[in-house]
């Protein structure tokens, strides 16, 4: 099983990290199956696993929920699970409450929290204090979306570049585990994991991070309409689900007529 040291010890020895996010129990075990480093129940289980706009509305309650889910579909994976937006923002007290809430109750390996201001920094800092392993998320940050005015690519220009650099030299300096570059350039996400002694993990962030994270919808082709360039579709499980479901609605309606068909 994958520890929380072997973030260092990949980084060091150049090997990638894999991880996929997972929001449930049957997820959770297909993905432990295959043999993915780490499982992320991220928080955008609000937009993909319930269908909502963006991840705003996710709470350490629907955190904990799935990320149990997660745990009995994969009990020797290392999991991390998100603090969802505003668990970790108001005071240390509740920041550290909060993530106590999730570890506890999920046995989770580490927290992972999106970082867009010195403000949560320090948040982070005594999380990690407490010790509770964090992995910092960077770039765009979903939780921001009403900041950025939308989920667009960050770190396009000098100032917004040197920012995100800047964080993830903080987030090390207070001892992260590892950091999630989302949607950057690459040049930026290299520059990055070229200055870090901890391990970068890339989403939209090109080929240069130490790692990947997709989430298991996007890569297995569950969506047929939502497409990122960023994302290679290894399956097409929408079609294939569709159609299996199609022909169990055959057997249930017409089974005669299927008999007839499949002798030819
Ligand atoms: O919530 C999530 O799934 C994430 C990944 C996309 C990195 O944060």
Same mark, same amino acid.
Request: net charge neutral.
């Given at each position: 099983m994958f520890k929380l040291n072997d973030f260092q010890a990949y980084k060091q020895n150049d090997k990638k990290i894999s991880m996929v996010t997972a929001y449930d129990y049957f997820s959770a075990k297909i993905v432990a199956e295959s043999g993915i480093d780490t499982i992320l129940v991220g928080d955008s289980l609000g937009m993909v696993?319930?269908? !909502?706009? !963006? $991840?705003? =509305?996710?709470?350490v309650d629907d955190m904990i929920y799935h990320a149990k889910a997660v745990k009995n579909g994969a009990p020797n994976s290392f999991i991390i699970v998100d603090m969802p937006f &505003?668990?970790?923002? =108001? $005071?240390l007290a509740k920041t550290i409450k909060n993530a106590g809430k999730i570890i506890k109750a999920t046995n989770c390996n580490a927290i992972k929290v999106e970082i867009n201001s010195e403000h949560t920094i320090s948040h982070v800092k005594a999380l990690i204090d407490a010790q509770i392993p964090v992995i910092g998320h960077i770039g &765009? $940050?979903?939780?921001s979306v009403n900041i950025f005015g939308g989920f667009k690519i960050q770190g396009k220009t000098t100032d917004e570049a040197n920012k995100i650099i800047g964080f993830a030299h903080k987030l090390v300096e207070i001892g992260v585990a590892a950091i999630v570059l989302e949607c950057i350039p690459e040049q930026l996400a290299k520059t990055i994991t070229n200055q870090i002694n901890v391990p970068t993990i890339g989403i939209g962030a090109g080929?240069?991070?130490d790692g990947q994270v997709l989430v298991f919808h996007d890569l297995l082709g569950f969506e047929p309409n939502k497409k990122y360039q960023f994302v290679t579709q290894y399956a097409n499980a929408y079609g294939y689900l569709t159609d299996a479901l199609k022909n169990y609605k055959l057997d249930v309606t017409q089974p005669k007529l299927q008999f007839i068909e499949n002798l030819g």
């Open positions: 696993f319930a269908g !909502n706009e !963006n $991840t705003i =509305s996710v709470t &505003l668990s970790y923002h =108001s $005071t &765009l $940050t979903p939780q080929k240069y991070c």
